[in-house]
């Protein structure tokens, strides 16, 4: 009778350590489904650039049928804004954009190709240009 007791014992024993140690497996993968690692992300969440011409940080995108507007955000310095390439591109008015301040550049879509933007400025107090080239993949102008 007191092995019949004993094996029971000893298998209550095995379900309860497995059962408890699969219970936490099932939290832990239900806790990382729930903040998103298996998803494989989408062209929407995903920042086009970063960092945005090397020196400016992501802040947001949008894309209107014809322009993709990208919100970047200026560190370090203040800067004055001279060109945007390719044709149709539209800086800011007014083009002096402040240290840590967010601005807009609205850059055309030229069809199924990715986009070479480039944005050149001056920092401010000094007097030579510099030009910063960021790629776009086309996927952003959908």
Do not use: W
């Not at 007791?5 to 239900?30: D, H, N, P």
């Not at 049928?65 to 990208?70: D, E, K, P, V």
């Amino acid at each position: 009778m007191n092995a019949r007791r004993f094996k029971g014992q000893v298998s209550l024993e095995y379900l309860m350590t497995y059962g408890i140690a699969i219970a936490i497996v099932v939290i832990a993968v239900a806790a990382l489904y729930s903040m998103g690692v298996f998803s494989s992300g989408s062209s929407t969440t995903t920042p086009p650039c970063t960092p945005c011409f090397s020196d400016f940080a992501y802040n947001a995108h949008s894309y209107n049928g014809s322009h993709l507007a990208l919100e970047v955000k200026n560190r370090g310095e203040g800067i004055n804004l001279t060109a945007c390439l390719p044709s149709g591109c539209v800086l800011p008015s007014p083009a002096t954009v402040n240290a840590n301040q967010v601005f807009i550049l609205y850059v055309p879509n030229n069809g199924a190709n990715d986009v070479g933007a480039s944005l050149t400025y001056t920092k401010a107090g000094s007097s030579l240009s510099q030009t910063r080239t960021q790629t776009l993949q086309s996927g952003y102008f959908q």
